[in-house]
């Protein structure tokens, strides 16, 4: 096209040479209102492969046309209400199916909580449909066309008013239906071609090529991820954002060449413990007594700490037990160790039974009862230790030499509740009343 | 009859589409900007590069660089992830409430609109996404199958509904914007091959879907418009209401109230126009397009600035007074601490700008004087923003536990984020500007009276 400025209108006929097949014809009106009549008389001769074109929406023009009603609104409804029902779907497949969370005992499922998610998903999709339908329905995108190689029909995006009628509609003639064009007040009339080069009625080659090579890119990452998920390496993760899930330490058997084995852990070295290898004494971390593979539970106590300390049975280990059978014995077996602490007798007057053995019970004439009194110390420590029948161990709360002073403890306490007048010191005989 | 046939030339009602084309496009087409416009994008990418490097440093530091604090924990990013979402309003409202109440005065301005919405929301999602901390986790709000336990969202929480109105918001407005843009993006495909611009031609043509401005595509099209429009009405409204959700759901005294859903929306509103004021009225100017954008479309803004603020300032009383009226003490005292507190200063900017500011626009002569009427704007966009401020800050810094009171004090990287925030939005709206159509083409010419021109009825040319 030669004319420079686009505001004068083309008026030289063009010549036809190299065309392809023909289309159809291109009339071009000159005002909104006569393409309106233009197409009722189009459409009242009897064509139906026609269409008009038009910068913005002509009013008017579709009664005129007998277009009939799209059905993209009934559509639209039905992505919106998809849009609903999945959102509800999703909130209660999340919260009230896969992943429950009891929350101040709220149930897991209640619809006023559900209803903003479910709203904007039904606006969601009901847009989605909308514009991806109306772009479908119009079949486009569609590049491509012959009436854009009409350099007249570029104005239709400007101001130009035009009727297409497409030669393979049955009454299509071209003279006659020229003429009927021109009748209908046309203010120039052409025939359209298809391109002869049948490439030019696809989707442009070089299109085409960006959208299979942006493809074929956009699936690399998903490519890598199938590959990863599918091998083995003994390479840590790739982590862009490391956060905490590694840290500069090492761990055992990893590689590590500044020592001679060039291992990270530097197996036994003589004059120091590993890790949990610790406690091997017996006697005071398991309160057995004896030769190996014929041991048991011990009467006294361990002669030494594993520090190497010596281990006395004296006064401070006697407070000491105390403060912690206070702390951690009395609530079940209560102050003087007859198994009426805070939680019996609570559990009593709610009606029930929570039964804290008697420590200090002695045994009648004939041995029976008295079991805390007759156990020998290594079993009262592992009872401490391990637990009993519904009481638990207390291994993780206490460490080995408390347990031992509560053991020495229990022990004065029993000697204490069953003690007799003979028991009392010759000086303080007269106090007794 | 094969060869071309001339009957006659065109007549004159043409001119006018003729006109509007070439008042539009000639913003894009002029082959060389003007000096303004290049000066604005380079500060406005200067300013957009201090907010880039202000996430550098939060990203690879941790938001312990902003003046967050346990007790004030939403501070600056939240008020400005409200202030951006409020001032995106303005595009949808005109775009699909104006367009449902047939206001054609919209048609002017509904494109430049619609296109700050966009820029707005992206300001607006990059404060909350950065507030994680960690804003690569921000795909665990997505509801995505994964390999933690199978961990899913909790879709109670008012911030889930916050992440689906905030997509759902910037997905719509993107394909109404996009989709309204379509035929004028075609008149740019033909305008630019007519010139012999065969790459920008092809980008176009590629753009504009092969939009031909057929009958039965416009048939559809206008269907499609208008349910679009429908469709982003409730969704405008229930966008703020949600955002507003993230206070008036808490137990804060301050939050914990029931107002906030339609005081939100009117707010956004308010803010919206008043950006949309501060953004055109200068460029308005810039790129001669009084004939499009006209002194009677400035005018109905200015009303509805008017209207709004008064919305906003009567919310405001409304607060104060229910707060006496509940005879809650911490009530009372949440709202005697934001006025008379430590953040007096910050209400008083609020209330100033907000309910004093706009009374101008009664006066006929300043909303005909449009230099008044842009100080008034960026009076209001600074109200608005203390709005934020205010609700937020002041109720944190005094909570249920005097112990816990606090003030707060932005850092440097809370003013750098903001201010990259403002440039980032500045410049993409003057790239949008030069490259694409900035006002509703297609719209202008069906809304002016020469479009029913040659009716049978008419018959003549207006």
Known sequence: ?433 | MSETAVVHEPGKARETFRAITRDVSWVAEAPKPHKLWLLALAVSTGMFGIGLYSIYVLVTTGIGVWGNSNNVAWAWDITNFVWWIGIGHAGTLISAVLYLTRQQWRVSINRAAEAMTIFAVMCAGLFPLLHTGRPWFAWWMLPLPNDMGSMWPQFRSPLMWDVFAVSTYLTVSLLFWFMGMVPDLATFRDRCALQGKKVRSAIYGVLSLGWRGSAKHWHRYERAYLILAGLSTPLVFSVHSVVSFDFATSQLPGWHTTIFPPYFVAGAIFSGFAMVLTLLLPLRFLFNLQHIIKQEHIHAMCKIMLATGMMVGLAYGTEFFIAWYSGNPFEMFAFRSRAFGPFWWAYFAMVSCNVLAPQFFWSKWVRNNNVMIWILCIFINVGMWFERFVIIATSLARSFLPSAWSYYTPTRYDVGLFVGTIGMFIMFFLLFFRFLPVAAMSEIKGASPEAHAGGPSKGGHH
């Open chain 1, 1 to 433: 096209m030669a004319t420079k400025d686009h505001d004068a209108a083309p008026v030289t006929p063009e010549p036809v040479n190299g065309e392809g097949e023909l289309y159809g014809v291109l009339a071009e009106y000159d005002t909104p209102g006569e393409l309106v009549e233009a197409s009722r008389r189009v459409r009242d001769a009897g064509y139906t492969e026609f269409d008009c074109y038009s910068p913005f929406p002509v009013h008017g023009i579709d009664s005129a046309m007998g277009i009939k009603r799209t059905i993209l609104p009934l559509v639209i409804f039905g992505g919106g209400f998809a849009g609903a029902l999945g959102g509800l779907a999703l909130q209660w497949y999340c919260n009230a199916h896969a992943w429950t969370w009891n929350i101040s005992g709220k149930p897991t499922w209640s619809i006023p909580a559900n209803i903003p998610v479910a709203y904007e998903c039904a606006i969601l999709l009901a847009a989605l449909t909308a514009f991806f339908g109306m772009w479908a329905f119009n079949k486009l995108p569609q590049v491509w066309h012959p009436l854009f190689r009409k350099d007249r029909f570029a104005r239709v995006t400007d101001d130009g008013f035009f009727i297409g009628i497409e030669a393979r509609d049955r009454h299509f003639d071209l003279d006659k239906t020229q003429k009927l064009l021109q009748d209908a007040g046309a203010i120039a009339i052409e025939p359209a071609y298809y391109d002869p080069d049948p490439a030019k009625k696809v989707m442009p080659r070089w299109i085409t090529a960006f959208i299979v090579a942006s493809t074929a890119f956009a699936l690399i990452p998903f490519a890598i991820a199938a590959k990863a998920r599918n091998s083995h390496s003994p390479d840590p993760h790739i982590h862009i954002f490391a956060d905490m899930d590694y840290q500069p330490k090492f761990r055992s058997d990893q590689k590590l060449d500044i020592f001679k084995d060039g291992r990270a852990n530097l197996g036994e070295q003589p004059g120091t413990v590993a890790r949990g290898h610790l406690p091997e004494d017996d006697l005071f971390f398991r309160g057995l007594d004896g030769e190996a593979g014929a041991q048991k539970w011990t009467t006294g106590f361990p002669k030494l700490y594993p520090d190497g300390r010596p281990f006395a049975v004296d006064g401070a280990l006697l407070e000491r037990g105390r403060g912690r059978y206070e702390i951690y014995c009395t609530p079940c077996h209560g102050y003087d160790g007859r198994g009426n602490g805070m939680v019996p007798e609570r559990v009593k007057l709610g009606g029930g039974l929570w039964q804290a053995r008697n420590l200090v019970e002695a045994p009648d004439a004939k041995g029976a009862g008295g079991v805390a009194v007759q156990m020998p110390n290594g079993q009262l420590f592992n009872t401490i230790s391990n637990g009993y029948n519904t009481m638990m161990g207390y291994a993780a709360q206490i460490p080995h030499a408390d347990r031992w002073a509560i053991v020495a403890y229990v022990r004065a306490l029993q000697r204490a509740q069953n003690a007799s007048q003979a028991d009392v010191p010759p000086d303080l005989q007269g106090s007794i009343r």
